[in-house]
C-alpha cells in the first residue's frame, strides 16, 4: 500500500480522498491554488503545495505542475478525484512516465470511453445494446438533419465529448433542428475544444441508471448494483438514490452483466460507472435499457453505492492502484437497505439555479450518526467561515442517508435536510426538501423530467407565518441572548407609564419591509404588530439559538441565526434571512434636501442643541434621540434658519413626529 499519495483536486471529493487514505495509514498532499489557500483540504491533508492562480487553467489544469508536486513530496501516486484531470488520458501517460501510479484506469480505457460517437460503436461490438441513433463522423447539418428524420422526433443532440449536460439539445421537431444543432455545437466547441455532436433517438419518459463498475489489473470485473440519477436539472444530478426503485432483479442482473462486459471490453481497472437510458414509460424490463456512456472515474454519487454495499471505494480504489486484486466477488456482494445523495450547492433557484457566492457566515450539518436502522453523512469541503467563490463548483455539501427501506431513507432524508443551517448565501436546500416531499417521488414514480414539470410546485413558497418576522425582531433586541430581566436595566428597554413595555424593529426580507411594533406582555410573551399582522406569542424556551415558541395557540420551534446587520430564521424546513434596517438612515435620506426632520424611531429626546433662529449648515447635529438602548444623532437636511424646534430634552416621542422644521436664511 503506498505510504504517500497526492490528491489532484480540491473540495469534498479531496477532503473524502484523504479520510480514507489517513484510516489506511497513507500521508496525503493536497494541492491548491490562490484562492484555495486556505480551504478546508488544504487544513486537512499532511502537506499542501501551491501550483498557481485562482483559474482552473492555471492551477487544477496543470498536469505538470501537479507532477512536480508529487515528486516533490515523494508521494507515489496520484488520485485525480472527480473533474478536471480525472479522464485525461495525456495526464495519465505523463503520470507514469514520470515513475508515479495515476489511482484510476488505464490510459487506453480512458480513451475509449471518451468520445460517445467511439465509445458506442465498441459497446455494439461488445453486443451491450445502445440507443438507436447516428454516431458517424459526418458533421454535414443537411445529413444530419435527415438522420434525424430516419431516427424519428423527437431526437437527442448530444456532444460526443465531454458531459454534464452541455453540448446537449432536445429537438421536438424538424423546425428547430439545424438552431439547435449549431447551438449545441458552439457549447460543445467551447466546454470541450471539439464541436462534433452526434444524434440520437429521445426516450420520452426516460430514467438515468447508471451501474457501479470496479475491476482490477488481474482481470476482475465487478458491479457494485445500480444508482438512479433521474432527478435533473438541465441534465445536472440533483438527489440520487440507490438501488433504483422499481427494478426487478433479472434487469439488474441484465444490466449488471451488461456494464460487467462494457468494462472488459476495454479493459478496465479501478472505479467506473456505466450509465444506461432507461425507458420509464412503464415497468423496467430487459430490453428497455441502452447503454449512453460511460464515466472512467470515481462518481460524485458513489456514496449511495458505499452505502448499500458497506464497501468504501476509495479504499478499493487505492487498492486496486497498489496491484491488489479485488477483495470481493460478485457473488459476495449483496444489496443491504436503500441510500439517498442530496447535493447542497449555493445557487438560485428562483433565477434558473445560477451559481451564487458569499461568505458562508453560519453553517451547520446534523451529526454523522449510524443507527440501527439508518445512518446520515455529510461530505463537505467547506466551514463555516469559508467563501463561495465563483471561481469554481459552488458546492457546499453532499448530505448522504442510508435507512432499512426506501422510505425509511427518504423519511431520515427530509428530517435531516430539515436540520441544515447555511447562512450568508443563497442554497438550493429549500428546493431539495421540496424535491425529497414530492409524492410522485415518494411512490417512485421518477424520469428526468420530473423536476421540469413539476417546477412551479417544486419552487413555491407557503406564505411566511407572522411569528417568524416576530422572532426575528425579538432576536434583533437581544431577547434571547439577553433575555429581558437578566440584567436589571433591561427591564427598562422600552418601558413606558401606564402601558405595556415596547420596541420598535425594522426589518427586510425578500424585498419587504416589516415594520415591527413589539409590546412586552411579561411572562415570555410577546405581541407584534406590522402593518396588517397581529401576532402574539410566547417563548416557552430558548438555548443556544433554538427557540421553542408558542403562536396563536400553536406550538413550534425555530432556530435563530445573527450576524452584523442580519437575522436567519430556519423554521419548518425552511429559512427566512432578514436584514436590519437602519431607520435613522432611511429617515436622514429621506430628508436630506427637506425642511424638517422627522423622528425615525420612539425613542427620549436626550439633548437639543439648537434653538429657534438658530442658523445651522447641512449635517449640524441639532438633536439626539435615544432608541434601543443607543443615541441617534439627528443632524440638519441642509443649510438654513431654524423656524421651530417643537421638542423639549426629556421628551418622549414616537416615530413619524415633527421635532423641528428649518426656513431659508431671510425667509
Sequence with gaps: ?????????????????????????????????DADAGAKHVALADEAVHIGGAAVSESYLRGDAIIAAALRTGSQAIHPGYGFLSENPDFVEAVEAAGLVFIGPPASAIRAMGLKDAAKTLMTKAAVPVVPGYHGESQDPDFLAAEAVKIGYPVLIKARAGGGGKGMRLVEDPAGFRDA????QREARSSFGDPACLVEKYVTHP???????????????IHLFERDCSLQRRHQKVIEEAPAPGMPSNVRAAMGRAAVEAAKAIGYQGAGTVEFIVDGSGPLREDGFWFMEMNTRLQVEHPVSEAITRLDFVELQLRVAAGEQLPVRQEDLSIDGWAFEARLYAEDVPKGFLPATGTLAHLSFPPCVTFTRGAVRVDSGVREGDTITPWYDPMIAKVIVHGASRAAALNLLVATLSEVRVAGTTTNLEFLTALARHPGFAAGKVDTGLIGRDLAQLTARPPMPAAIPALAALAALGSFTNPRGSDPWDLLTGWRAWSEAEDFVSLKVGGEDFHQRILHLGNGRFRAISGDQDCTLTIAQSREGSVLFDADGLRSRAEIVTGAGWISVFHDGLCYDFNLIDDLAVAEEGQASGD????????????????????????????????????????????????????????????????????????
Design 181 to 184: 444543432l449549431a447551438s449545441a
Design 1 to 33: 500500500m503506498f505510504t504517500k499519495i497526492l490528491i489532484a483536486n480540491r473540495g469534498e471529493i479531496a477532503c473524502r480522498v484523504i479520510a480514507t487514505a489517513r484510516r489506511m495509514g497513507s500521508k496525503t498532499v493536497a494541492v491548491y491554488s
Design 596 to 667: 424638517s426632520i422627522i423622528a425615525p424611531m420612539p425613542g427620549l429626546m436626550s439633548a437639543v442643541r439648537t434653538v429657534n433662529g438658530a442658523k445651522v449648515r447641512k449635517g449640524d447635529p441639532l438633536l439626539i434621540l435615544e432608541a434601543m438602548k443607543m443615541e441617534h444623532i439627528l443632524t440638519a437636511p441642509r443649510d438654513g434658519v431654524v423656524a421651530e424646534v417643537l421638542v423639549a430634552e426629556r421628551d418622549q416621542v414616537t416615530d413619524g413626529v415633527l421635532l423641528l422644521r428649518l426656513e431659508a436664511e431671510g425667509g
Design 207 to 221: 430514467r438515468h441508471i447508471e451501474i457501479q463498475v470496479f475491476g482490477d489489473a488481474h482481470g476482475n470485473v
